[in-house]
């Protein structure tokens, strides 16, 4: 009989899913969002504050406010990206919209005493917005079927096979759950018509074959990342005397990624078995995350301000599920039912992502305007993925200390206001996480944008650009060949604030 619709889920131990040192990357960068002044200024306000976007960077900033407010902000969010690949180039435009910021900050003042001032601030805001594309396609001379023979060899044949009574799709999921990711991945390209074991009447036979006959492959690659890392934050801050601000923040962060990645492979020789393969994987990630922060501002006179703040590691607790499938002229009849609906559900995990250190200063030239600069250091190489006693974690943690570093971020911003209007403009430098400064290269950005004060109200707007050069790998192993991406980010970004 016939299954037409499957919906399975299996726990696969941690030792056998694919987490690698993307993953962690991707939870330890924190793109430039938040409100519309904020990102005017490539975010430089550490000495600042004043901002409720400003307590992300600095949890004193909360304590310069001199009324209640809240804020709103939405963005509209564009993805550039040009890859090169294997000498051919592809371009993919993409526009998110989100609402990613709302918050507000409650101001109680006491002149009387040496505390002039506490302030208690709520905030969402958007760390990170994952919806991205890219295109990749090439002529090689490397295929797709060396990435499931990577994974076979080794492999006794006879562990592969469908058990009497079984659906196609039970025996992926068992094998992924009993034996691990590596042979359930030999399972697809067995029943894929990729490879062949070199001897199909001997069980215990730990060598393959590729179906494929080639000297050149054509390639085309697809990938699409949808989700979001969202924070909210709740803050204390306060002022002492009139010269010194000084803040705490726990923030809380929810976390939904999803990528989708399509290959398709033909352009095999004419004698080949094998004329095609598509093969496509569905992974998603959700989770939570905790952290904190504590700040401090120094107001040195009327012109001079300095801060200090420190980011602690974040924690995060995440559980990722996969979904595949793959086709080609030699999958066997039933390959259809491993799909989208059959899925591998995997254990927990966490992500620790290092601390940052933040030290910023500002001049400010009475009500005519300011200048602000902020430096900020994170070691990258002392990023973890846990538990740190799974084998394939250590593995990973290994080439985490071993391939990344310190990643230096510069940003300086300005602002100078006629009358009721405030002009601002910035600068971003971002360093490369890696020690090579070519997996990820240095990232760049500028930023420009005005604001209205209409007294009892204030609306901002903001455009910002980022670019970025990435080499992405297409598969872990076996086919290794990797695409080189520029990323160009711009936001268009719009806040209004109500003052109380």
């Known amino acids: ?62 304590a310069v406010f001199k009324n209640s407010l809240f804020t709103m902000t ?29 918050g507000g900050v409650f101001v109680w003042k006491n002149n009387q005493k040496s505390w002039k001032k506490v302030s208690l601030a709520f905030n969402y805001d958007l760390a990170n917005n994952y919806d991205n594309e890219f295109f990749a396609s090439g002529t090689n001379n490397t295929g797709i079927d060396n ?74 690659y697809y990938q699409s990342t949808r989700g979001y890392d969202s924070k909210f934050t709740v803050n204390l801050a306060g002022q002492y005397e009139e010269f010194l601000y000084i803040g705490g923040s726990m923030n809380f ?8 990645s399509r290959f398709d492979e033909t352009g095999y020789d004419a004698g080949s078995p ?55 002229n030699l999958a066997d009849d039933d390959i259809g039912f491993i799909n989208f609906n059959v899925i591998n559900v995997f254990e927990r995990y966490q992500v620790k992502t290092p601390a940052k250190f933040t030290g910023s200063a500002a001049i400010v030239f009475s009500k005519n305007g300011l200048i602000s600069f902020d430096y900020s250091h994170q070691n990258m190489s002392k990023a973890q993925l846990r538990p ?60 420009g944008g005005f604001g209205i004060n209409f007294g009892a109200s204030r609306l901002d707007f903001s455009y910002s650009r980022t670019e970025q050069d990435v080499t992405q790998q297409l598969f872990d192993t076996g086919l290794t060949s990797s695409a080189l991406i520029n990323q160009i980010r711009n936001n268009y970004v719009m806040s209004y604030t109500i003052n109380f």
């Open 147 to 220: 990435y499931f023979l990577n994974f076979a060899q080794g492999v006794p044949f006879g562990s592969l096979l469908i058990r009497d009574n079984e659906f196609i799709e039970d025996a992926y999921l068992r094998i992924g759950s009993s034996v691990g990711y590596g042979p359930q991945q030999a399972f697809l390209g067995y029943f894929g018509g990729v490879i062949d074991p070199v001897d199909d009447t001997d069980p215990d036979g730990t060598d393959y074959n590729s179906n494929a006959v080639y000297s050149n492959v054509v390639q085309d």
């Open 388 to 447: 740190t006693g799974d084998p394939s974690f250590n593995t990973v943690n290994t080439q985490i200390a071993s391939e990344l570093g310190g990643i230096d971020t510069f940003r300086i911003g300005g602002e100078y206001r006629i009358e009721n209007v405030s002009l601002r403009a910035g600068y971003r430098y971002e360093g490369s996480p890696y020690l090579d400064g070519f997996t990820i290269g240095d990232l760049q950005g500028y930023s």
């Open 1 to 62: 009989m016939k299954r037409i619709y499957t919906f399975i889920m299996v726990f696969i131990c941690a030792a056998a899913s694919a987490q690698n040192i993307e993953d962690v990357l991707r939870y330890s960068s924190e793109n430039l969002l938040g409100t519309a002044r904020y990102q005017s200024m490539s975010g430089a306000f550490g000495a600042l504050g004043g901002d409720m976007s400003a307590i992300n960077i600095n949890p004193a900033a909360s």
């Open 253 to 260: 962060n929810n976390i939904y990624f999803e990528k989708f």
């Open 74 to 102: 939405g963005a509209a969010y564009n993805r550039k990206n040009e890859s090169s690949y294997l000498g051919t180039f592809r371009n993919s435009n993409i526009t998110s919209w989100r609402f990613n910021q709302i």
């Open 274 to 328: 094998l004329q095609f393969v598509n093969f496509d994987n569905l992974l998603r990630t959700s989770g939570y995350a905790f952290s904190f922060n504590l700040g401090a501002i120094a107001k040195l006179n009327n012109n001079f301000r300095l801060g200090a703040s420190y980011q602690s590691p974040i924690w995060y607790d995440l559980r990722d599920d996969l979904s595949q499938r793959i086709n080609s």
